[in-house]
C-alpha cells in the first residue's frame, strides 16, 4: 500500500508582477522561518525583470504567465494550495519576525478543534497595528489581509470575484467568514504589510467597491452603509493629512499591551 503523504500545514500564496526586488525580500522572510511545513506558490504575472530567473533557483512551486489582475493570479494560488492553511503574502509584503509560523503552528495546536479562520495584528510604517475584531466586517477590513489565515477546507471552493479590481479581498473574507464556524483572533503580528499597493492608491474606488458588496451580502442597512462609506473616507483624509495623529489612535492597542508583539 502505498505510503500517505501528510498535508503541509501551510501554503503560502504570493502574486507578484515585475517586482523582483519586493519578491526577494518575501522569499527571504519565509527562508528564515524557524517552522519549515510549509509550501511557497508563486503566481507571477509574466515578469521580465529577473522575477523568473530568481523564481528558478528557490523551492518555489511557482508559474509565470500574463493573467487578468491581482485577483485572479490569486484564484490561480488558491487553486493550487495543497496545505491546511492558506495566508496570502505578496511581493515585498513579509512576515512579522521569524517565528511567526511557529507561534501560528502553536496558536492552531493548542485549540481543541482546527480554527476555520484566524487573524492576527499587522506592522505598518514603522507602527504595531491591532486587528478590530471580525464581528466588525461591516467596517471594512478589520486587519491586513496578509495577517489573515483561511482553513482551506473550509472555504469549500470559494474564490475572489473578479469583478472587483481593488475589494475583492473584502468580499473574499465577508465570505468566508460566513462558511466559518471557529474565527479566532491571534494576538501577535503576523505580518510586515507594504504600504503603496493597489488598494491604498485607488482607495476611493476601494471605498465605492466595499460600498457595493456590504449592499449585496447585506452586510448592513442602506444608512449604515452610506455612513461607514463617509467615515472611511474622513479616516482616509486623516491619514494623508495627519498621518502623526492616525497612527496614534491605530496603535492604541499596542499601548494597552505595553509593546509590540512580534
Known sequence: MAKMLKNQLFSIVSVTLNYAVGLQKTGHSLRIQSFQDFEWIVVDGGSADGTRDYLAHTKANWTS????????AMNKGLKRASGD??????????LAS???????ETFIRAEKAPPDFIYGD?????????????????????????????RRLSLHGAAYDTRYKIAADYDFTARALRLADA?????????I???????QQSAARGRGEQFLIRSRLKISNMLEN??????QAASWTARRLLPGFYWRVKSSGNRRRGFARI
Open 193 to 199: 504589510f507594504e504600504s503603496g499597493g493597489v488598494s
Open 122 to 150: 499587522s506592522l505598518e510604517s514603522g507602527a504595531y497595528k491591532p486587528a478590530r475584531s471580525h464581528e466588525q466586517i461591516r467596517l471594512g477590513m478589520f486587519t491586513h489581509h496578509q495577517s489573515m489565515v483561511y
Open 226 to 231: 452610506v455612513s461607514i462609506y463617509l467615515l
Open 85 to 94: 492553511y492558506i495566508i496570502f503574502l505578496n511581493a515585498g509584503d513579509l
Open 98 to 104: 521569524a517565528n511567526t509560523l511557529a507561534r501560528l
Open 65 to 72: 504567465q500574463p493573467d487578468s489582475g491581482i485577483y485572479d
Open 183 to 191: 474565527c479566532v483572533h491571534f494576538p501577535f503580528a503576523v505580518c
